[in-house]
Structures are given as structure tokens and as C-alpha cells.
């Protein structure tokens, strides 16, 4: 039943067909001719779903990679389209442009899908939109299987923290000044969830009562050391995909050596707040 086409002679349109409850990723492929470190850090795009805006795409020109993704979904059955615009809270930069939208579905029963229908809507803290500093980069998850039982948690990998653990301090105990946060974890047998919490200020962890996206949990960075909440509302979100992980006998660290570009954008942001000499 799936298919995907992408159609619009500038690349930013897509089509995909899917089944009732299918997810879909979302690829943006970029043209980034930016030098490193850029005029502008972090950029973004729009994306919208059936004519209404969803979410925004962050971007880091001179130094991210040549594509980007990110979730949507759950779907009804039927044809979607799915579309890139310019963001209105983010400046552009001339030298990264979008070359190609496509739209991959993953249907119910797919080995990812629980995974991706079960991942935070991340709502971002007011003083970082539009900005440089404190963005998500990228999500993974760590799922453990007992029979029918499933437990997901949820990290996102934020580029820097504005408060909480020193710099110094962080490379001296992490080797590193990104922000790793475990924000979620559920709990489900079958389709029903039978436990889910986050982290939430002085990391908490709480019951999880909020709002959602289908089955999604919407999270709001609610703190300067990146911590959320599952009560207000942000004024954009992202919906990282979340990179299925094994860290039984690895670092969350290691999470960042796969993306070279990580350690680009937390240098940038050092250097550029001052925090290098």
C-alpha cells in the first residue's frame, strides 16, 4: 500500500501513501556550501502536512550534514503531502539550500513503528527560538523486549546547556560540552502504555499527564540546563528521528562519534560564546 514520490521543480514538495497509523520520516537533502564556522549557526525550515504547518527542521550550515530527518504521522489512510517552506523564525542563509523532499512511510507492524509513534514532540525553551544556542541535534532510543512487554527511553542530544554544569566541568567529567538528556520513557504491552515518565527540573522524574501528538508525549524545554515539562505550551517544536541505540557496552557518548558534525557545532558555540582562549 505505501508509495512515495516527490514532485514541484524546486525539490521542496513530497507525496507519500500510507495505511492507517503509518509514521513517515521525512528526509531534507541540502546543498551546503556554507564556510565553517558560518555567519549564522543554526537555520531552519518549516514543514508542513496537508497544507498545515507541523514542525521546523534545524539546519547547521558549514558543518551538518547533507541531510536531514525528521518524523511525522500518525497518518490516517490516504495520500499526504508533505512540503518545506522558508522559516519565519530562523534567518536564512544564501549558502544552504534544500535540493530534495522525500518521505519514507513506516507502517504499523514495521519493526520501527511503536518506536517512532511512541517519540517526543520536542517543544523548544522561548529564549532559543530563532537563536544559536541550546538546539537539539539529534534523538536516539534504547528499547528493551521481555516477551510482549516493550520499554523505550528517549535522549536528545542538545548542541550546548546555557545553565546547570560548568564548561569546565563538563569536559572534565564528559570529555564534552553537547547536552545528552534523557527526556522520556514508556512502557507498552501490545498497543497500550502502561507506563511512561520524563525528567523533568532538577531532574525529576515524573509521571507523564500531558499533551500528544496521536500517541506522541509533547515535552516543552522548560529549564536553562534543558530539562522538560510535560505542562504550557512552546511556539515550535521538532520531532527528531530517534536513532535506535545499544549502549549495554558504550558511552551515550559514542552516540555523537557517528556525527563528526556534532563536534563542529559544540566548537562553534564554544568559541563564539567566549568559553575558548
Not at 5 to 30: E, I, K, L, N, Y
Request: hydrophobic content about 35%.
Amino acid at each position: 500500500l505505501a508509495t512515495v514520490s516527490c514532485r514541484g521543480d524546486d525539490g521542496t514538495r513530497a507525496a507519500v501513501t500510507t495505511g492507517p497509523g503509518a509514521m513517515a520520516v521525512v528526509s531534507v537533502d541540502v546543498s551546503d556550501r556554507c564556510p565553517s564556522p558560518a555567519s549564522r549557526r543554526v537555520s531552519a525550515v518549516g514543514l508542513w502536512v496537508d497544507g498545515r504547518y507541523d514542525h521546523e527542521v534545524l539546519l547547521f550550515p558549514g558543518v551538518g550534514p547533507s541531510s536531514y530527518e525528521t518524523l511525522i504521522g500518525a497518518f490516517a489512510a490516504g495520500r499526504h503531502d508533505v512540503e518545506i517552506r522558508p522559516s519565519t523564525l530562523w534567518v536564512p542563509v544564501d549558502c544552504l539550500s534544500v535540493r530534495r523532499v522525500t518521505a519514507v512511510p513506516v507502517e504499523v507492524g514495521a519493526p520501527e513503528h511503536e518506536t517512532y509513534r511512541h517519540a517526543p514532540v520536542v517543544e523548544l525553551r522561548a529564549d532559543t527560538i530563532g537563536e544559536q544556542t541550546d538546539v537539539p541535534l539529534y534523538a536516539y532510543s534504547e528499547r528493551q523486549q521481555r516477551g510482549p512487554d516493550t520499554t523505550c527511553r528517549y535522549t536528545v542530544v542538545f548542541c550546548n546547556e546555557d545553565g546547570g554544569t560548568p564548561t569546565r566541568a563538563l569536559l572534565a567529567r564528559w570529555g564534552r560540552t553537547t547536552d545528552i538528556e534523557l527526556v522520556y520513557e514508556a512502557a507498552w504491552s501490545g498497543t497500550a502504555i502502561t507506563r511512561e515518565e520524563y525528567q523533568g527540573p532538577d531532574h525529576e522524574v515524573r509521571p507523564f499527564k500531558g499533551r500528544r501528538a496521536g500517541a506522541a508525549p509533547i515535552l516543552l524545554v522548560a529549564t536553562m540546563n534543558n530539562m522538560v515539562t510535560d505542562r504550557g505550551r512552546g511556539l515550535v517544536a521538532v520531532r527528531p528521528v530517534p536513532a535506535s541505540v545499544d549502549l549495554s557496552h558504550s558511552t551515550r557518548e559514542s552516540t555523537m562519534d557517528g556525527r563528526p558534525w556534532v563536534y563542529r557545532v559544540m566548537e562553534n558555540e564554544l568559541a563564539s560564546e567566549g568559553r575558548v582562549v
